[in-house]
Nanobody
């Protein structure tokens, strides 16, 4: 599978940014999708995950209420809408796919995309 992420950039604290990921090579609706990130000097962590049909989402406490994940199974895309961004959100963000949502949530998805850098200035 190929996962092509886009939308990263530089934003001021309090601002918003939208990341997109286009998937190909597998039947998109067979996979849960998610976003993980790795900040400077930090371990990789889950940011958001969504079930195959989009009915359920998972967010860690650190982003809950600020980030929204969604997917379009007709367009084979998954989107992460990020709001109220903080400098601590600065990281490389990775799109991920796995038949099991659990594997994404624990940070061990079968498939990874290349990262897109998000920098939040104070």
């Amino acid at each position: 599978v190929q996962l092509q992420a886009s939308g990263g950039g530089l934003v001021q604290a309090g601002g918003s940014l939208r990341l997109s990921c286009a998937a190909s090579g597998r039947t998109f609706s067979n996979d849960a999708m998610g976003w993980l990130r790795q900040g400077p000097g930090k371990e990789r962590e889950i940011v958001a995950a969504i079930t195959r049909n989009g009915a359920s989402q998972y967010y860690p406490e650190s982003v809950r209420g600020r980030f929204i994940i969604s997917r379009d199974n007709r367009e084979n895309t998954v989107t992460l809408q990020m709001g109220s961004l903080e400098p601590g959100d600065t990281a490389v963000y990775y799109c991920a796919a796995d038949p099991r949502l659990h594997n994404i949530v624990i940070g061990e998805p079968a498939y990874w995309g290349q990262g897109t850098l998000v920098t939040v200035s104070s």
